[in-house]
């Protein structure tokens, strides 16, 4: 393909909004434009990109006995309303009426739309297991958009939906498309790690996220240094090994004048104290119910974990009419006096290492010391509540966390009967009873996954593609293309090339060398090819390696099969 004839509109300079190195390198090197905030026009190269990621895509789901459908962007409130979650999935989902005020939503996520297909059209257990996927367009209305790819409003996302007639037929499910997702980030060239996650407002267990590990990752991923443990920070679980109760003496509850004294970091000055002897007291509203939570001082509250204790809908910081309603003053908030009629106070397993503690005290600007749990106030649950920090202990094994950055672009999920129970999807067994089809759900982030692999693969030229999903594998380019003999070399190299199945794209614009060679390591194809007066004389070009910069003067007769050991190993 000549250059010349592709819409490639690189840029010098970096886009003032682009914060991450994909972000500014998809606009400079003329892949994409945003046509309005987390909204993307791609453009030839990117989209020759995202063409072959699904290839890869498509090829392992197969190999694993899937089947592709595509089921409308489009979908009718009374399928979200039948499974519950029209009212609970949030803001993010994106609503709108046609001209009867009927209501609609642009799907973010399909599994009502698909357990509503399966329900109607598979009622029989001779016809399950089946396993049904789609790439198609995503929509979630992000509150910010950012990070270009990473977290945008419209996406392309490839789902898939698998159904079963027994709990072990979903565990072998599971485990093809852990497997194929294992493939296809092998093949698409991604250093990433599957890590243990929380299902969030799919619902579901046994998930696990697939991280592209990248310094910008939204996602902290927390891993066993002694083991392949890992799980993301929501989900990674604390070892508590301490004591179960406060022990020792400890001087009554005494209460402390400490004027504008709210933060930790103030009252650990102000008390000369240490920030774990601290009991942090956060007031949640959980579904319709107020709960205190304590966490030492020197831990944060994982609100996943909260959610989860009370496998609630909606976890919410509390107003501060709930606070006051409790007999608490904002900024001052403590355990002591408080009506468990009114609140749940709930603790971390970490509040029963300390036995003499700093809280608020339900009083402007005061707080109590010496405050012992069981003595001064009771704890209705103590679990883990809080998230793991470096050092900790590792859940699975004798080693200790450490932390990692990573981009999700791929989630599996083990559903069960959560969305088959609700939309009906039920078969007759072969004693002729009706049971509830037993789902799983598998997802990748199709155009989360380029982003990701350039965020892997960059330096500060350019892209460095991996080969597999390059938008071409090699780059012819002569130094001047007005030369006769040089532009018929090259025109011949590309025709070669592509006739032995390689991908060309071949330079021919009227430009001066050095902005060619920028705009190649721009764009960053695997390959380089320059045909020069210099090597010509000779029956040679330049080959050089985009992510080594190795070059090789090869001879034109041989070059055909040596771009092809290259490539192959590339």
Not at 309 to 319: G, N, R
Request: glycine residues 8%; negative net charge.
């Amino acid at each position: 393909m000549k250059q010349s004839q592709i819409l490639i509109p690189t840029l010098r300079e970096v886009p003032s909004d682009a914060e991450i190195a994909s972000h500014k390198l998809l606009l400079r090197a003329g892949m994409a434009r945003p046509i309005a905030s987390g909204v993307y026009t791609f453009l030839p190269l990117a989209l020759r990109v995202l063409h072959k990621i699904q290839a890869i895509v498509r090829d392992e789901m197969n190999r694993a006995g899937a089947q592709e459908i595509l089921m409308p962007a489009i979908q009718p409130a009374e399928l979200w309303q039948k499974s519950g979650r029209w009212d609970v999935y949030g803001p993010e989902l994106m609503r709108l009426s046609d001209r009867h005020d009927r209501p609609f939503a642009l799907g973010p996520t399909h599994e009502e739309v698909v357990s509503s297909l399966v329900a109607d059209e598979i009622n029989s257990y001779k016809k399950l297991p089946i396993n049904l996927y789609q790439i198609q367009t995503k929509f979630r209305d992000e509150v910010r958009p950012r990070f270009g790819l990473i977290r945008c409003r419209e996406f392309i996302m490839k789902d898939a939906y698998s159904f079963d007639t027994t709990q072990e037929g979903l565990d072998k499910s599971f485990d093809a498309m852990f497997d194929a997702y294992q493939r296809i980030f092998t093949r698409v060239g991604l250093n990433f790690r599957a890590v243990e996650a929380d299902a969030g407002s799919i619902g579901g267990t046994g998930t696990y996220e697939f991280m592209a590990l990248c310094e910008i990752g939204e996602d902290t991923i927390a891993y066993s240094d002694q083991s392949d443990y890992a799980a993301n920070l929501e989900k990674a679980e604390t070892v508590y090994e301490g004591p179960t109760a406060p022990t020792g003496d400890v001087a009554a509850a005494e209460k402390v004048h400490t004027p504008g004294v709210r933060t930790i970091d103030q009252l650990v000055e102000a008390l000369n104290v240490e920030a774990r002897d601290i009991f942090k007291s956060l007031v949640y509203k959980v579904d319709d119910k107020i709960v205190l939570v304590l966490v030492r001082g020197d831990h944060e509250l994982n609100e996943v974990k909260l959610k989860n204790l009370y496998d609630a809908t909606f976890v919410d910081m509390a107003s501060e009419a709930d606070i006051l309603a409790i007999g608490a003053v904002p900024g001052f908030i403590g355990p002591v006096g408080l009506d468990p009629e009114k609140v749940d106070i709930v603790a971390d397993n970490f509040i029963q290492e300390i036995s003499s503690a700093v809280v608020g005290g339900n009083e402007a600007d005061y707080h109590l010391k010496n405050v012992q749990y069981g003595r001064d106030f009771q704890v209705k649950t103590f679990t883990d509540l809080r998230n793991v920090v470096e050092g900790d202990k590792s859940p699975r094994d004798n080693g200790r966390i450490q932390f990692a950055r990573g981009v999700e672009v791929g989630h599996v999920f083990k559903l069960g009967t959560k969305y088959s129970k609700a939309m009906g999807t039920k078969f007759l067994d072969e004693n002729g009873r009706e049971q509830t089809v037993i789902m799983g759900c598998y997802g990748i982030g199709v155009s989360r996954t380029l982003a990701a692999a350039i965020e892997q693969n960059n330096d500060e030229n350019g892209i460095i593609w991996p080969a597999s999903i390059a938008p071409y594998h090699v780059h012819v380019i002569p130094i001047n293309a007005k030369v006769e003999e040089q532009y018929a070399v090259s025109e011949r190299i590309t025709q070669e090339l592509t006739q032995a199945g390689l991908e060309v794209l071949f330079d021919d614009r009227p430009e001066r060398a050095g902005v060619k060679f920028k705009d190649a390591d721009l764009i960053g194809l695997p390959l380089r090819i320059t045909v020069s007066d210099k090597l010509l004389p000779e029956g040679q070009v330049e080959v050089r390696v985009r992510r080594t910069g190795e070059t090789f003067n090869v001879e034109l007769d041989k070059l055909t099969g040596f771009v092809q050991e290259l490539i192959a190993k590339l």
